[in-house]
Structure formats: C-alpha cells, structure tokens
C-alpha cells in the first residue's frame, strides 16, 4: 500500500513537472547581435562594408532597397565585395514599421530574412495601408516556414523588440533622425553617404573607386 | 570707404569659395554628385557634369577674388553661383526634401539658416560686383 501511494505521488510529479515545461515557452535561441549577423548578406571579409538604418513604411527605403540595394547585391555582394549589413530604424511617424521590423527579425532568426525583406518593400503600399502584415510575410514563405517564423514572432516577442531597440540605440549615437541612413566603411574609413538614398549609377561608381584606391 | 568694402567682400567671398571647393574636392567626387543628385532637378548625366566641374569652377572663381584677378568678371560668376545654388536650396526646401546640403561637407542638413546663409552670400556677391563695376568706370573716366 505505501508502495502504491508512494509511486502515486511519484507519477503526481512527473505529471505536474510535465505540464509546467510544455506551458514554459522555450528560451530564444538568438541576441540582438546574432540577429544583426542574421540580416547581413556577403562576407564578413569583404572589402567594404555597408551599413544601412532603414525602415520597411519609408518609401525613400524601398525604393533605395529596390533601385540600389538589389543591384548591388547582385553585383557586389554576391562576388565578395561588398559585406551589407541592415539595421531597423521605425520612425515614430510609420504605424506599422515596428511590426514589420519584428516580423522581418523573426524571419532573420528562423533563416529567412532576405525574401521577407524583399516582400515587406515590394508590398509595402498594401500593408502600410491596413497594418496586415502576416498575410505579406505568409506569401514569401512555404507553410513549414511561416510557422517557423509564426512561432518566434509569437514566443519571442520581447527578444525581438529588444533587437529593434539595438539598432535604434545604435542608429542615435550615429545622430540618425531621417531613413535610409548609409555608411560606407573602407579601410578602416567611414563616410555618410547623404540620407534618403543614393542611385545605383552612383554608388556603383563609389564602390568602384574604393575597390581600386 | 567703399574700396575697404570691396576689398572686405572680395577676400570674404573667395576664401569661402575655396573653402567650399577643398571640401569637395577632398573626397571623391561621387560623394558630392550623390548630394546633388538629391536635390532631384537633374539628370543623373547633368550631376555627374556638375560635380566633377563645379567644385573646380568654385576654386578658380575663389583664386580670382582673392588675387584680384579679372575681380568684376569672377564676382559675376560667384553671383551666378550663388543664385543658382539659392534657388536650388528653396526649391529643395519648399518640396521638403530631407536632405543635406552639400554646400561644404556631406553632413550638413539643409535648413532655413542655410537659405538665410546663401542669400546673405549672394548679396555680399553682388555687392562687390557692383562695386567692382563701378570702380572700373571711375577709373575710365578718370584715366
């Protein structure tokens, strides 16, 4: 009889410890920095680097990313060139950008940051209209991964906000106030490019010199 | 008097533009056809001509005042440069344009004390070619 009861209470708290970890959301795998490393494309290495501020509700934003960005991925990115790396900055003005950001940071973190980037430009007049994101992102993705993405977006609210909020901290030291915000790094020099974007034909004659000087 | 002022206006205005031209032309020209281009009135074949040239324009018209060289002729062209580059800056800040100004570094804003700046500029500009022009025609009929 004590040997039932005593596996009994056993069996009680093996339950009710089961119980307590499925109610527990799991940890957050990622930081502000992993996350940073996350929505860089090209090589760490490369000689120049490019760091732009943005928010995805500025339209001088898309159509840097769009006009300028995009080539420049192509072109440069892709060959080593260039190390591009992307940091959040919603303006208060925008309703919608901070979700957006922590949509796109949520996708950075499950490995899906650059269509999910892509789509949140190219869409942008829709859900900056009506504030519907998810249905933008779900279009990117394949099912598997938008639940992948749902997920972290859900459990990892807080993590998220938090590495929007390091960009930001960072972009006000820098003294940003407008978006996009470009900084070109180049042996160990790093200039402002002037804010609001700058043309492909331009920059790509910029990269051009300071790959061969 | 009014040769102290010309004087005064001349030395002024040429060391600003020389000023304005070192500053531009320290960097690669690109950085300064990328803030031209944001003003959005030209065409991109139109900003590269102008940032290659201009800031060569504004050393060689700086150079002339300060030397006294051809004074009434180099106080027309920073004139025209003024007015041109005030036109510009009200017409940038009338659309709003969020942009800088890139009258001497990539980093200044363009605000309404750089439209005050500029007029001020143009007029001390054609103050001393007005001056200078007059000074020309004593110097005629005096000769």
């Known amino acids: ?213 | 008097m009014t040769w102290w002022l010309t004087l005064a206006g001349r030395l002024f205005i040429g060391a600003l533009f020389i000023w304005a031209a070192y500053s531009k032309l320290r960097n690669p020209w690109m950085l300064f056809a990328m803030a031209v281009d944001s003003y959005q009135m030209l065409p991109i074949w139109a900003v590269e001509f102008v940032a290659r040239t201009l800031p060569w324009a504004e050393l060689v018209l700086g150079a002339m005042l300060i030397f006294g060289i051809w004074v009434r002729w180099a106080a027309v062209g920073t004139s025209a440069m003024l007015a041109v580059f005030v036109t510009g800056v009200v017409r940038a800040y009338a659309k709003g344009l969020e942009i800088n100004c890139g009258c001497f570094s990539n980093n200044e804003p363009l605000t309404k004390f750089t439209i005050v700046r500029d007029a001020t500029l143009l007029a001390i500009s054609l103050a001393v070619a007005v001056m200078a022009f007059l000074a020309h025609r004593r110097a005629r009929h005096s000769s």
Not at chain 1, 53 to 65: G, I, S, V
Not at chain 1, 71 to 94: E, R
Not at chain 1, 127 to 139: D, F, L, N, R, Y
Request: hydrophobic letters at 45%; proline letters at 6%; aromatic letters at 10%.
């Open chain 1, 1 to 213: 009889m004590k040997q039932v009861r005593f596996r009994l209470i056993l069996g009680l708290i093996a339950g009710a410890a089961l119980v307590a970890a499925a109610a527990t959301p799991p940890q957050a795998h990622f930081t502000p920095q992993s996350l940073s490393a996350a929505k860089a494309l090209g090589s760490s290495s490369a000689p120049i680097r490019i760091d732009e501020w943005a928010d995805y509700e500025c339209p001088a934003c898309r159509n840097f990313y769009q006009g300028t960005v995009r080539p420049m991925i192509d072109n440069y990115v892709s060959t080593g060139k260039v190390y591009f790396v992307y940091h959040d900055f919603p303006l208060a003005m925008h309703a919608y950008s901070r979700d957006a950001a922590r949509w796109a940071n949520a996708a950075a973190a499950a490995g899906f940051f650059e269509p999910v980037q892509q789509a949140l430009f190219a869409k942008q007049d829709d859900w900056s209209a009506t504030g519907k994101i998810e249905p933008v992102v779900a279009a990117a993705l394949s099912p598997a991964e938008m639940r992948k993405v749902q997920l972290i977006y859900q459990q990892d609210a807080a993590q998220l906000d938090a590495a929007v909020a390091s960009d930001l901290a960072m972009g006000q030291q820098r003294n940003i106030d407008q978006t996009p915000s470009i900084f070109v790094t180049a042996r160990g020099n790093t200039q402002a490019l002037p804010p609001g974007g700058v043309s492909y034909t331009l920059m790509k004659q910029y990269l051009d010199y300071l790959l061969a000087h």
